[in-house]
């Protein structure tokens, strides 16, 4: 079945046609539920809920751009929305370097899933911004509006974010879900 005959069939509640588009969509929009979420549960649910939002609202699809896109906008956003919800304010150490930077041969030994990890661990407030501007792209604006906080904060969040994954790269500290080997 090609993305129209599943987005048309979809709209009409068909469940073959849900199930195709889930089968279709699912293992990206689980990892870029990965980049907002703690961990793999919470991007599970998180997933469970795009999908519903979109099978709810696939009729206002209008063909404007990227199916796929519009369908990565309600993932995110469901993910934004359950940060509001449980936005706690975490207390963070003032003496975070200046040079949030990693080298590319800090980087070059160290598997993406590591990182992903890494990212994971970080607050609330930090991942979510971190995750919008450096990997999907998003300006500060953009965040301020999604998020309901100032420019500045989420340029603050994000060198914080930077520093704290920095620091965990720099001095190795172990995610609790991965172990890096050192090979020798």
Known sequence: MDIEK???GCSKNNPRAQEEL?????DTLFSL????????????DNLH??????FTNIGNYKNAGSFEGWMKRITINKAIDSYRKSIQLVPVKDNL?????????EMDHLPA?????LVQQLPDQYRTV???????????????QMLQISESTSKSNLHRAKAMLKEKITNRHPSPNYTVSHGK
């Open 97 to 105: 370097p200046d040079d949030t930077d990693v080298t590319e041969e």
């Open 22 to 26: 889930y089968l279709l969509y699912k």
């Open 130 to 144: 971190f995750s919008l501007y450096e990997l999907d792209d998003y300006s500060h604006k953009e965040i301020a």
């Open 49 to 54: 809920n795009a999908f519903i939002e979109i």
């Open 113 to 117: 899933d590591y990182i992903l990890a």
């Open 33 to 44: 539920s990965l980049k907002y979420c703690k961990n793999e549960d919470e991007a599970e």
């Open 6 to 8: 599943i987005i048309k």
